[in-house]
C-alpha cells in the first residue's frame, strides 16, 4: 500500500496501518509518514503558528512510535519539518511542509528508480538471485534485470511470520518472472545454486550493520559461507544520523500473536524480534541513489547530513 | 506416535504414517517399522518358508521408500532380517524375526537412555540450550539435565513447514522446562544468548556430515560463529554404512502443499527439501550410545558393522 | 596524572615522567606534551624570536622521542606549533602559543566527554564489558553507561608487564561498578560471558588498523571469534596523518626490567613491544568525536587534515 | 614499452600493440592511450572543428575496445577530452588537447613516483616481498625499498599464460634485488616465507573490488590464510566511477592461443580470462597518491570526480 | 606408462623412468617399482640367498630415492620384501617375491577399480568437476560418473611446470567428456561454476595432511572458500606410517629446468616444489578402498599397518 | 619435581606439594600420585586386607581431589588399583600395587622419551618454536630437536600467574638453546616469527579438546590466525575416558592470591582459572606415546581403555 492509496484517510488510520504492517516496507512508511503530515497542514483551517506547530509535532512524534527500527520514517518526517520553525505565518508554514512533501516524494520515487537501475545493471543474464522478505527497492533492481532481457530466476523465502515472501512469489511471477518458494530454514541448502542474494533494509548504522528483517543476518552469513556476493539496496534516508552519535537502533519486538496464537502455548514465551542487524562483513555492497558503496563507508553518507 | 501406540495398525497404515510424518523422527520411524516386520510374522499362519521371505521382503521394501533420507529404518529394517536366511523353517525364522524385534527395540532405547544420560550430563547449571525441530534424544537430554537439578532453559525453533517447534515447546513446558518459541529466521539474533544447541540426526554420513531437519545446518553454521557448541544426539544405527562405499544420502523433497496450498501460488515454484546436510565443521560433538565422538571419527563407529 | 598536576615540574622532568609511564595514557601524554611546550612560553624571558623557536623545537623534539607510538603526542605538538612561524614577534608568538594550548586542551577534554557519551550509549543494561588496559577515554564510556544507571559489569585484565589493568579495577570499583579482574591470559576463556569489549587507542593508522597496548590484537582475536563487538575509542587527533603517506607506525620497545630482572635471567633475551596492531577486521567500530566510524573509514577522518 | 617509445607509429599501431599486449600494464596504456590522441590533433592539418571532433571520438572509441577491462585507460581518454566540446576553433581544441595531455602525462608519473616512495617506506629491513604479474609500480615501491638501502627479497610468479614473471624477474635482477622465480600454483607453499604481497591493479571497483590479473584473487586469498598483508598500488585514474552506478568490469577474455596451441587440443575447451577480482576483505591497503587507503573507502577516491 | 609397458626395462631404466617423470603417478609408480624387484629375482640365477638379498635391498634402495615424497613406492617395495628374510632358500626366496608382487598388483588395481566406483557414485547429474594435474585415480571416479549416463562437465588446470594438465585434458576428451583447460592461476575466478573438486594423492600423513601435486593446497583452499566439496581419491598404501611416528613428509624440489632454461635467467633463483600438503581442515573426505574417511581419521587407517 | 625428589615425604606431604603446584605437570602429579599409593602399601604393616584397600581408597581420594582438571593423576591412580579387589591377601595386594607401580613409572617414562622422539623430528632446522607454560613432555620434544643438532630457536611465555615460563626460559637457556622471555599479551604480536608451537596438555577430552594452562588456546587461536601449527605432546593415559558418557572436564578456580594480594583490592572481584579448552579445530596434531593423531581421532585412544 503505497501513498496514491491513502486518499481519505486520517493521520491515526495511516499509523494504525503502519503500526499493523498494513502499510509494509521502509521507503513506502516513510512516505505513508510525510504524507500523514500534510494531511495535517491540509485539514488545519486557522491562523495559529503556534497550534499549527503542535498539531504537527504531535502528528510526527504518533507516527515515529508506530515502527521505531525504520528510520527512513523519522528521516522522512524531519524532512517534512525542514524549515518551519521560521516560517512568518500559517501560510508560510504550509507552503513549505507541502513544498517539502513534494520534494520527499519526488526524491524517494527517483531514488528507488537510480537503485533498480544501478542494482539491475549488476546482475547478470542466468543469474539466480534470492531474496528474503518483500522489499520493493530490491525487487526494483530485479525486475530491472528482467526487463532488460536478462534470463534470470529468482527464489523468494517465506519470510516467516508476516510471510511477505508469499507477495514477493506473487509479484515477480506477475511479470512472468521464474521464482521459487522456499521456507526460511532452506536458505543454507539452497545457497549453492544462488548467484546473488538482493534485499532491502529498514536502516543502515554508521558503521555499516543493515537493520532489515529478521533473517537476513543469517541469509548473509549463508552467502558469505558460500561466496555469494550479498548486496542491499538502500536509500541514502535509511542511513541513520543518530546511529554516528551513539543511538542503537531498537530492535523492535512485536506481538506474539503474529506466529502463535498465545493461548494455545500457555507457558510457552513466545519471542517475534522483527528486525535483525548483518554486520557489515558480510555485505558485498550497499547500492544508493548517490552511488555503490561499500557498507564500511556509511559513515561518509551520513556525514552529508551533519 | 511410538511402537506401543502401533496396535492393531497393519504394514501398510504404519507406512503411510510414517510417509505423512504422523510418525516421526528418525528412531521412532526405525521402532516403528521393525514393529511392521515383526506384524508380517505374527500374522503369517503357513509352512511356507520362501513366501514368508517374501512377505518379509515386501514389508521391508516398503517400508524403506517410505522416507529415503532416514538411515534408522534401513538399520533397523536390516537388523529384523539377521539370520533369516538360513533359518531352517519358519518357526525358526520366525524365533529369529522376534528375538531381532526385541533386541533392537532393546538396543534402540537403551541407545536412547544412555545418550539422555551422556548429553545430560554436558549441559550446565544455568544454560540456554537452543533446539531445532523435534528430536526425542536431543530432548531426552535436556529432560535429564533438568531433572538433575539444573537450571536451565530452552530455544525452540518453529520448524516450517510442519513446524514441529511447537510439539517441542509444548513437551518442553509440560515438565516445566522454561521455554521460548522463536520463527526460524530469529536463530542468529537470538544465537547471542545461547549456550548449546542439541539437536538430533536422521543420518550421519562416514565423513561426518549430519543430515538432519531442513535448517540445521543454518543453525549450526549460526552456532560455529559464535563459539558456541553445537551437539548432535544420534544412536549408532543412524550412521550409514553405505556412505562409506560412495552412496550419497538422498534428500527427500516433499509435498509442496506442506508449505502453502499450491493452487494459490499458480506459476509459482515451491521447493520443500526435508532434510539438509551439516558439515563435520560445525559439529562439536556426537553423542551416541557408544561414548561422544567428534563427527569426523564417524567411520569408527559405522567401521564395525563392516 | 594529567595536566592538572603538572605544576612546578620542568619540560625534562615532563619528558621523563612520560618515558617512564609515569604520566600514561594517549590523551593526557598529549595534554602534558602541550604543557611543557606552553611551560617554554611561559618560562622564556628575552625578546629574541629566533631563540623562542629554537627552544620550542628542542622542547617539541625531546618530547617527540619520549614515546614514538603515539600519534597524540606528536599531533598535540603540531597543534601547539600553529602559526608559530608567521608571529611578528615573541609577545604575537607566546599569545598564539598560549591560544593554540586552551584551544587544545578544550577540544581534548570535549572530545573525551563527547567519546563518553557516545560510547556510554551504546553499552545495554545488564552488558558484561571486557577491557584490557587502562584507557580513560574508554572508562569514560563504562562510567556513562554506569551513571545513566546501567547495571553494567567489567572484566579487567591484568595488562602485563605494568599491569595498569590494577588501576582500571581500583578506578572502577571506587566508583562502586562491578569489576572482575583476569590475567591476560584467561581473555578468550572469559569470552564467552562478554557482551563488548571496549579499549582506547594510541594510533589509528589510514588503513583502519589500532595500534594500542600490546594484547588488545589478541583480545581482538578473541571477540571476534565469538562475535563480541570490538569498540575502540579514540579521539580524531590520534589518527597518523602520516600512516597515510607510507610510515609506518614504529612499535616502542621498551626495557626488558618492566617484565623481570635480566639478572636474574643471563642467556635468556627477554622482548618487551608495549604496542600491537589490530586489523580493522576485527574492529567493530572507532567511537570519535566527530561521530563513529567503521575503521576502514580512518582515512576519511585523516583526510581532513591534509 | 611506455610513452617515449611510440615514436612513429600511428594510432592503428598503438591500439594494436595494446591489444597484444605488447604495450601493457594499466598505466602504460592509458599514457599510451593519450598519446595516441595526441598524435590526432598534431596530424590533424584542416581547421575544421568538427571534423577534428569526430577524428578525436573515432581515436578514443578504436582504443576503449582494446582492453575492457582497464579504466586506467578509458580514465585517461577522458582526461584528454576535457574543455573540447566548448573549444571555439580548431585552434583552442589543439591545445586543450595538448594541455590535457601533459597534465595527464605528468599526473600519472608523478602518482608513479608518489605510490613508490608511500609504498617503499611500508617495506620493512628483511622482508619476503612476494609479487604478482608484472606491475611497474608496484616493483617501483619494491625498488625504492631496495634503493633505501633495505636488504630485502623478491618471490616472482611465472604468470601464466604470458609469463609476464619472467620480465619481473629480470628486471629485478638488473637492479641486483635477490628474486626467486616460481610457477603460479607454488603460491601457498611459499607464502609462508613472505612478508608482503605487493601487486598492481587494472581497476579498483567502487565497493573496493580489485581487478587485476588473473590469478591475484587466489594469491590474495593464500595471504590472507596466512596472515600476509597484502597491499595494492593503484594510481587514483584507476579507480572506476562507473562501477558506482552499476556498471559491472568486464573480464576479457583473452584468446585460447595464448596458452596451447588450439589445433593440438580439439574437442578441448580452453578457457583464458585475463582478471579476476580480488574481494576488499582480503585487501590491508590501496596505495594511490592521495594517500594509503583501505579498499573500502575506495567510493571516497571516485566521488571526487563525480 | 604403467606396468604392462616396462617389458624390456632393466631396473636403471626403470629408476630413470620414474625420476624423469616418464612414469608418473602416485600408484604407477608403485607398481612399476615392484615391477622392478620382480625383476631382481627373475633375472637372478645363483643359488646364493645371500647374494640375492643383497640384490634385492640394493634395487629397493636404488628406488626409494627416485621420488621421496611418494610413500606408495615405499609401500609398494615393502610389501615385496615380505616374508624373504626367513625364506630357507632362493627358490622359496622368489616364490615369495613372485607371491607378493601378484598380490600387490591386484590389490593395487582392484582398489583402483573401488574408488573410481565409490568416488563416481558421488558425482552427480550435471557436476562441474574441477581436477589438478593428471590422478589416474581421480580420473577413474570421473569416468565412472560418465559412464554411468551422468551428464558432466570438467574443468582441468594446466599443472605447471610439467602440464600434466594436458594429459587429462586429452584423456577426458577421448572419452568423449567435456573438458575445459585453465591455467593455474584461474582456479579461484572458476570456482564459483565448479560443484566438486577431485584430486589424487602422493601421500597422506597420520594427521591427514594430503601431500599432492604442487598447486593442490591452493585449489583446495579456493574450494573451501566457495564451499565446493574437496574430495581426495586415494589407495590405503598412499597412507604413511612413518608420519605417525614423527617423520616428516620429504617435499622434493625438482630441477629448474623443468620451468625455464636457468641460463635465461642468472642470477634469478628458481625454486620448483614438486608437491604441497593440504591441511586436514579443507579435505571434505578422502576416497579408500576401504570406505570414504574423513583426513582425521587418517591414523585408523594407518593403525591397521602398525 | 619429579618422583624420585620425593623420599622422606608422607601422603599428605605430597598431596599438599600436588596442590600447591610444588609438583607441577600432568606428568609428574601422576608420578607424584602414584607413589603415594605405593608408600600406603609399603608402610601398612597389618595382615588385614580390609583394611589396606580403605587405606588405599582414602590416599587415592585425597590425591584425586588436589588438582581436578589432570585426568592423567586419576588415570594413574586407577592404573595403581588395577587386579587389587580380588588380590587373595595383603602380600598379593602389595604385590600388584607394587608391579602396577613400576609398570606406570616406566610406561609413563618411556611415553615421555617417544613423544620427545616424535616430537623433535617435527621440528625443522631454524625453526622458531613457540610454547607456553612448562611441559617437561613438549620441551622434550624441542630439546631432543636441538639435540639433533637442529638450530633451532624458542619463544616462552610468561604464564601468569604462576610464571612457570621463568622456569622454562631458564631450563632451555641451561642447555644453550636461545630462548626469548615474553609476556602472554605479545604473542600474537610474536606469532609472524613463529613457525611452529609446542604445547602439553592436562587432559584431552574424546571430541579432542585440549585442556591445558590457561592462555593455551588463545595461543592455538592466534597460531591458527597466522597459519601457524599448533602440536600438542600428550601420553595416551593424560586421554580422559569419562569425558567419552558425559563428563565435563572441571576447570580448576585457583586462589586469587596467586594473582594479587586480594587485600589490596577490595570490592574487586578477582577470577583465577587455572586452565582453558582448546578446540580440535585449532589443533594441528596430537603427539602421543602410541603415534601421532589429529585431535578428532581421540576417541580412538580412549576407546582401547572401555
Redo the contacts between chains.
Keep these: 500500500m503505497d501513498v496514491e492509496e491513502l486518499k481519505g484517510l486520517d493521520i491515526e488510520d495511516i499509523a494504525e496501518k503502519i503500526e499493523t504492517m498494513e502499510i509494509r516496507g521502509a521507503a513506502k512508511i516513510a512516505r505513508a509518514g510525510v504524507k500523514a503530515v500534510l494531511k495535517v497542514v491540509e485539514e488545519f483551517e486557522d491562523d495559529d503558528e503556534e497550534a499549527l506547530l503542535v498539531e504537527l509535532k504531535k502528528c510526527r512524534d504518533r507516527l515515529i512510535n508506530t515502527r521505531p527500527t525504520a528510520v527512513s520514517l523519522e528521516n522522512g518526517l524531519k524532512y517534512m519539518m525542514k524549515g518551519i520553525d521560521d516560517a512568518e505565518n500559517t501560510e508560510e508554514m504550509k507552503k513549505r511542509v507541502k513544498n517539502n512533501y513534494s520534494q520527499f516524494i519526488e526524491l524517494s520515487l527517483k531514488a528507488k528508480e537510480d537503485i533498480a537501475?544501478?542494482?539491475?545493471?549488476?546482475i547478470?543474464e542466468g543469474d539466480v538471485v534470492l531474496t528474503h522478505c518483500n522489499s520493493s527497492i530490491a525487487l526494483g533492481a530485479i525486475k530491472y534485470a528482467w526487463e532488460e532481457g536478462k534470463n534470470i530466476e529468482v527464489i523468494a523465502?517465506?519470510?516467516?511470520?508476516k510471510k511477505q515472501g508469499?507477495i514477493t512469489?506473487?509479484e515477480l511471477?506477475q511479470e512472468?518472472i521464474?521464482?521459487?518458494?522456499?521456507?526460511?530454514?532452506?536458505?543454507?541448502?539452497?545457497?549453492?545454486q544462488v548467484?546473488q542474494v538482493y534485499v532491502g533494509a529498514d536502516t543502515i548504522a554508521?558503521?555499516?550493520a543493515v537493520i532489515n528483517?529478521?533473517?537476513t543476518?543469517?541469509v548473509a552469513?549463508?552467502a558469505h559461507?558460500?561466496?555469494v556476493p550479498f548486496t542491499v539496496c538502500a536509500e541514502s534516508y535509511k542511513f541513520s544520523r543518530e546511529?554516528?552519535?551513539?543511538?542503537?537502533v531498537q530492535?523492535e519486538e512485536r506481538d506474539p500473536s503474529e506466529?502463535?496464537d498465545p493461548k494455545d502455548?500457555?507457558?510457552?514465551?513466545?519471542?517475534?524480534?522483527a528486525f535483525?542487524?548483518t554486520?557489515?562483513?558480510y555485505v558485498?555492497?550497499i547500492?544508493t541513489e548517490k552511488?555503490?558503496?561499500?557498507?564500511?563507508?556509511?559513515?561518509?553518507i551520513?556525514?552529508e547530513r551533519?
Design positions: 537501475e544501478y542494482g539491475g545493471k549488476r547478470n523465502t517465506e519470510s516467516r511470520p508469499y512469489a506473487k511471477s512472468d521464474p521464482v521459487t518458494l522456499i521456507v526460511d530454514s532452506a536458505v543454507r541448502h539452497k545457497m549453492k548467484d554508521s558503521n555499516g528483517k529478521i533473517g543476518s543469517q552469513l549463508c559461507e558460500c561466496r546511529t554516528a552519535f551513539g543511538d542503537l530492535i506466529i502463535v502455548f500457555c507457558d510457552v514465551k513466545i519471542s517475534n524480534p535483525d542487524a554486520p557489515a562483513d558485498d555492497c547500492i552511488g555503490i558503496i561499500s557498507p564500511e563507508g556509511a559513515y561518509r551520513i556525514e551533519i
